[in-house]
Every structure is written in C-alpha cells, then in structure tokens.
C-alpha cells in the first residue's frame, strides 16, 4: 500500500537515518510518518492480543537487569538445582534421549508423576489416559483452557491473581468472573463466590498455594467451592505448583481429593518450583480420560512436546525421598522468616505468606502516588525488583498500594536486597 496515494502497491517500508520511507519496486521512495505506519500496522494485530499487554513481571526482571538491580520480581531462584537432577538431564542428553517424546509425555516421567500422586495424595491417575505432560504449569493452564472451553463460557478467578490467567482466559474466547480475597488472610466471601457462578460458568481456576497472597486454601474453603462446582456443573482448573512449599500448620489438598471432584479436576503442576528448575519448562495435567483428550489434542499442536532429556531427568526428580520435600519447606520458610524480617526493618506492612515464595507488602506508608512510582523509585534509586501490586488485579486502580517481593533467592541475595531497601 503506497501511504500516500492509499492505493495497494507492492513495496517495502525502510528507515534512513532517523525518518521512515516507503520504497516501489522502481525504487519510488516516499517518506512515511509514523503514525501513518503504526495506524496501517494495526491491520495485523489480532483483538485478542489488543486486549491483553506483555507481563509485568516479566517487564520489572528486563528493568531490573539494565539497571543492576536485585531482583525480587520475578519467581526464579538464583540458587543451584540439585546436583542429582542436573546430573540425570546431562546422562540422559549423553545417552542420546533427543528426540521428539510421546507427544503426551515419555512413559517413564508419566509413571513416575502417577505413582507421586498416589504416594503423596492416594490419588489414582492412569499414566496411559490421564496424563499429559507438557511445557511448563503455563502450557499446561492455557492448554486445558483451550481445551473445556467455548467462546462464551465463564471462567472464575479469585482476584488478585497470577497474571497469566487473564490472557489464558481471552485467548480461550472465555469470560473472566472475579470473586475477591481479602487481606489480611485472603479469605473470600461464600456469598460472593455462589453468586459468580451461573449456568455459563464453565470452570473456576483455583491457585493454591497461592501467587501473589501466599494464601493456602483450607479443606473448608476447597468445600464451598467443590459443592459449587458440582452444583453448577463446572471444573475445577487447579493451579498446585507450590504445593511442596508450605509453612506452619499450613498442608496443602488438591480439590481433586474431595468426594466427587475427581472427574471435575484439572490439576495442573510443574518442575518448575518444586525442583527449582524454572527454565526447563517442564509441567503436567492430570484429567479424567475425556477431557484429557481435548487436553492432549491442543497439546499436541501447541508444542507437540516437552523437552524429552529433562523428562527422563523428571523421572529421578519425582522420585526424591521424602525428605528431599521437608528440605525444601524449610529452607523456605528460613527465608521467608528473613525477608520478612528485613522489610519490617524498612517499614513495609507485610502479609505473611503460609505457603508459596512471595510476600505482599502494604505500601501505603511511604506516600508514592501508586504502586508502579514506587516500584520503578525501589529499582532505580535503591537498586531492589520488586512486582506492582495492580498487575495482579484486572482494574488497575486495585493494588495500588500493594507490591509483590519474592524470597526464592540465596541469603545473601536477600541480605543485600534489605540492605538497598534502607535507601527508600
Ligand atoms: C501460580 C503460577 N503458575 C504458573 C507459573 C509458571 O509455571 P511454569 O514455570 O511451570 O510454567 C508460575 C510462575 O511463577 C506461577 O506463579
């Protein structure tokens, strides 16, 4: 399209030096305006990406890498995997497991990841019809989105959540219902839940432990909302990455245990947390046989499959004893215990988490207009990532007063964060 005359030419647009130009195959150069191009680009942008901006977290991590700051944004740990694990992922490169796996998963890692659940929950999962493996907890939720879902349907979401789900649910043409958890123990009002539900509801997305609150739903609560479920005829899309990292008296239940919730379970997990692995993308759902098929269909099209050497990893990785677990709780509850400890010093009013690695913290006492001024003032001016609190929220205008800092990290990382964070 010429941007002048508006008439279809063929052509290309190019820069020279600083002003934009749009070049004939007879080498008619025109000068274009910007504006003129973003506007005629819009034709490629789909609606649905329109509705949705990139992730924040993901853009505070960026921000916090030009600017040398620590990062307690984004949920990875700079600390070691164990060796074992790594050391299964290099043999198992070594001994040639580098092609495409079984599109639903290698049999070994499916096994593995049924007999996990059996030991740990009593749950039975068929490795052959009820199992999928695929990249990441983050496949796994779009993928079973994309899988029960028609334009239309209603997805319910406790609100503040984790950002993907919003654009999970858009992408899957659904509806977004939100119910509310309220600080300071992020409890949601049953009232308010029944009344989310209706004949469209097609599922509700339950993240427990929870990201951003820390909050692990307790057996009464995952019993309002299974006998929701059951009587409007809805799943339940469970979210359970950080079900190994729970503090106190906190014990974590998939909502697949409950009586009648089996076949209206999808639990999704990963690698990811569990076994500080975050870059090996590398998850599951697990699914009664009918909607495992839709499940493994979108599977298979989407990323045909995961990584196939770090399934066979997967495999030592779910088999660790049992204390491999209470390690892992505890080294995160000491650093919990410290974080905690460090913002109190500086003033933050924190809410303490009982299971997840992430601390919501009030910041209102401080006097920043909103949540983003006063994270982008922690990364540049004390060298501290933190997440602004309205990215878990679909109003932006909620969360203004929060912010998310994540403890996944060594001590000393923690230790020099509390110390910038004196700067505030
Ligand atoms: C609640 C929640 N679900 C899913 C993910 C992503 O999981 P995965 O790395 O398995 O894709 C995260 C990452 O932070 C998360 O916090």
Not at 212 to 227: N, Y
Not at 393 to 416: M, P, V, W
Request: proline share 5%; hydrophobic share 40%.
């Amino acid at each position: 399209m010429n941007p002048r005359t508006g008439s279809r030419v063929k052509g290309f647009y190019g820069r020279d030096g600083g002003s934009l130009f749009f070049m004939t195959p007879s080498a008619e150069k025109t000068s274009v305006r910007p504006v003129e191009i973003a506007n005629r680009r819009l034709r490629f942008r789909s609606d649905r990406t329109a509705q949705f901006t990139e992730s924040v977290i993901r853009e505070m991590t960026r921000l916090a890498m030009e600017c040398n700051a620590v990062n307690l944004a984004q949920g990875f740990p700079d600390f070691s995997a164990s060796e074992d694990i790594k050391r299964a992922a290099m043999d198992a490169i070594a001994a040639d497991f580098n092609q495409y796996p079984i599109t639903w998963g290698a049999k070994p890692f499916r096994d593995a990841i049924a007999a996990k659940y059996r030991r740990t929950y009593g749950l039975d999962y068929d490795p052959e019809r009820e199992i999928t493996v695929c990249c990441g907890a983050t496949e796994g939720m779009i993928a079973s989105m994309l899988a029960v879902t028609n334009p239309g349907d209603e997805i319910i979401v406790f609100e503040p959540y984790y950002e993907n789900y919003s654009p999970d649910i858009l992408l899957a043409g659904a509806h977004r219902k939100l119910v509310t958890l309220r600080p300071p123990d992020w409890t949601f009002e049953p009232d308010e839940l029944r009344r989310a539900f209706s004949s469209k509801t097609k599922a509700i997305v339950l993240n427990s432990p929870n990201n951003p609150t820390g909050k692990v739903f307790a057996r009464e609560e995952l019993q309002v909302i299974a006998d929701l479920c059951q009587e409007f005829d809805a799943l339940a899309i469970t979210d359970e990455i950080y079900e190994h990292i729970l503090y106190d008296a906190a014990s974590h239940v998939p909502i697949a245990t409950l009586e009648g919730m089996r076949q209206r379970s999808v639990l999704v997990n990963s690698m990811s947390k569990t076994y500080s692995v975050t870059g090996w993308r590398v998850g599951w759902v697990l699914a009664a046989p009918d909607l495992t098929d839709s499940i493994r269909k979108v599977h298979d099209f989407l990323t045909v499959g995961a990584a196939t050497p770090l399934q066979q990893a997967g495999v030592m990785a779910l088999n660790m004893p049992e204390t491999y677990y209470t390690k892992l709780a505890s080294d995160y509850k000491s650093r919990r215990d410290l974080l905690l400890g460090l913002l109190d010093q500086v003033g933050f009013r924190c809410f303490r988490p009982d299971g997840a690695y992430y601390i919501m913290s009030d910041i209102s006492k401080f006097g920043f207009p909103d949540d983003f001024t006063f994270v982008r003032h922690l990364i540049e001016h004390c060298g501290v990532a933190a997440v602004p609190g309205s990215s878990f929220f679909a109003d932006s205008n909620q969360g203004a007063t929060l912010i998310r800092f994540c403890f996944c990290k060594k001590y000393e990382t923690l230790e020099e964060a509390g110390n910038r964070l004196r700067r505030i």
